[in-house]
């Protein structure tokens, strides 16, 4: 299996990559035989990938790192980068290798300290690789003091080292980063080429594939968590009956209660499986006594590490929440459709009646004002307003509208 085979609907973006890692191969082997390196290439050390969520930008970028590292000896034979089987495409993959830096965030942002260990790390030569690979998977979480931290390394390159960032849009990485990255843009992945990669990578059963991938409107990620967790398909549909539910202020200020609720015990369930762990083992990393007792002077990484501890909660409660309004968006936008007689493919087709319902009792214009009430919540909770009470404006907005 080739390393781009998880890069599902790209082929465009594909054929750059490869086009890019051929000329990647050609300027290592030129190195290690003592000739000169071409001087044309589409090869460079910074790439910058953008696409709404659930285009694969991750996914593309762990690709094109893994065709960097490919150490087949097909690629002497004419073959591509990314056999996806030699130990450079394997180890990239699973996230082992000792070259390729992945970089995630399951916090708000991604603070300076943490952008200096890689601007220092980006500055060492391959340990065993053919290229030193730094993925930033939330490059878009960069605060304006790290992202200036990372201008430094972008403009100044070491030799052999590549960056590989990943944002949803342009707009959300810094003019002065942006500017000095190729870009590729991915798109959203038609929601068969999603049912089938459910099917045949994952094992789902082809109609439960076809019914997620339409429900998540080719979201990969959303579409597997659907077709395989019976609690994220039971928080859907919770979702969207809450169009049905505003119908009076108290039905609004209920459904905003419970959507918040629901995502504070999202964050309560991954703290449980997570914190008491990190806890646990940095008590044991300080020398905690039997009973507990902390030694002299740790109180402060006891601390520290309780304040990423509330953080990673706030940021799970949020993406929680995000999801529950996406959900609410395509199901306005379903009923948009229906009322406009369009031919689109409806995502929530599971709940015709509540979508023909809503429909036949308000016009176009009322439904679009309902979507930018969605969007208006989504912005306040990016802008760290109160969860409740930025759901609670939504509910009412929906119910005036």
């Keep these: 299996m080739a390393v781009w085979d998880d890069m599902v609907g790209q ?17 290592v082997t030129a190195q290690a035989q003592g000739v000169p390196v071409p001087a044309a290439s589409k090869m460079t050390h910074a790439w910058l990938f953008t696409g709404p969520p659930g285009s694969g930008r991750a996914t593309a970028a762990r690709a094109f790192a893994a065709a960097l590292q490919c150490t087949s000896p097909d690629r002497a034979l004419g073959g591509a980068p990314g056999c996806g089987f030699c130990d450079g495409c394997h180890t990239t993959l699973v996230g082992t290798h000792a070259d390729v830096e992945v970089i995630r965030t399951d916090l708000l942002s991604i603070g300076v300290k943490e952008t200096r260990d890689l601007v220092r790390r980006a500055q060492l030569s391959p340990a065993g690789g053919r290229w030193q690979v730094i993925i930033v998977e939330d490059a878009d979480r960069l605060t304006e003091g790290a992202g200036n931290v990372l201008l430094k390394a972008v403009e ?3 030799p052999r080292t590549v960056w590989l960032l990943c944002a949803p849009s342009l707009e959300d990485v810094l003019p002065t980063i942006r500017s000095r990255c190729r870009h590729l843009t991915l798109r959203t992945p038609p929601v068969s080429a ?16 076809a019914a997620a991938a339409r429900a998540t409107q080719g979201h990969i990620g959303r579409a597997r968590r659907l077709a395989t967790d019976e609690r994220a398909r039971a928080r859907r549909a919770t979702v969207l009956k809450l169009p049905l539910r505003v119908e009076d ?13 629901a995502a504070a015990e999202d964050a309560k369930q991954v703290a449980e ?36 501890q509330k953080r990673r909660r706030t940021r799970t409660q ?17 009923v948009l459709a229906l009322q406009l007689g369009s031919q689109v493919q409806l995502a929530n087709e599971d709940v015709r009646d509540a979508l023909d319902r809503i429909a036949r009792g308000s016009t176009p214009e009322a439904t679009l004002r309902r979507i930018e009430a969605v969007v208006a919540c989504r912005e306040a909770l990016d802008s760290n307003v109160a969860p409740l009470l930025a759901v609670e404006a939504m509910t009412m907005a929906l119910r005036a509208s």
């Design 249 to 261: 202020i108290g039905g609004c200020l209920r459904a905003a209660q419970e959507l918040v609720d």
């Design 273 to 308: 499986e997570i914190d008491v762990k990190e806890t646990e083992d940095l008590k044991a990393a300080l020398g905690a006594s039997a009973g507990g007792r902390m030694p002299r002077g740790t109180a402060g990484a006891v601390k520290e590490l309780e304040e990423k």
């Design 11 to 27: 082929e465009r973006v594909q054929t750059q990559l490869c086009a890019a890692a051929r000329d990647a191969d050609t300027h």
């Design 156 to 158: 100044e390159p070491a």
């Design 318 to 334: 949020r993406d929680s929440l995000d999801l529950a309004l996406s959900d609410l968006t395509g199901f306005y936008r379903d």
């Design 194 to 209: 999603v049912a089938d990669v459910l099917v045949r990578r994952d094992g789902i059963e082809p109609e439960v594939a």
